[in-house]
């Protein structure tokens, strides 16, 4: 299990313990999250999973794909430099602790 702490738009912390392998989006969605839609279930086709994810952490993530990154254009909150979309994330150990916060709005 990989824990991600997500902080919600009212500022809640939420950690979650996410199965190996699974998104971010998954482990949000599943563990009760608010403040993360994932409409499109994960093929990267809707961007209602916006996250930002803590700037000092950023370099151990995969880079975005191109599909991410044309995707990101679309987010209903502001676009950051830190933003990705959390279904295009998987939970690896590495990541273990990782605070992810999530938009004011997802629509
Ligand atoms: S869940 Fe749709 S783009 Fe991530």
């Not at 912390?13 to 993360?36: R, Y």
């Not at 151990?60 to 830190?82: I, Q």
Request: aromatic share 2%; with cysteine; glycine share 10%.
């Amino acid at each position: 299990m990989v824990n991600i702490v997500f902080i919600e738009p009212t500022g809640a912390k939420m950690p979650v313990n996410i199965n190996e392998g699974w998104s971010l989006m998954q482990g949000a969605t599943t563990g009760g999250v608010d403040g993360i839609l994932g409409e499109c279930g994960g093929s990267c086709a809707c961007a209602t999973c916006h996250c930002y994810v803590d700037e000092s952490r950023l370099g151990e993530l995969p880079e975005a794909s191109e599909s991410e990154l044309e995707m990101l254009e679309n987010v209903a909150a502001e676009r950051r430099s830190n933003s990705r979309l959390a279904c295009q994330i998987k939970a690896v150990n590495a990541l273990d602790g990782l605070i992810v916060t999530l938009p004011d709005t997802q629509e």
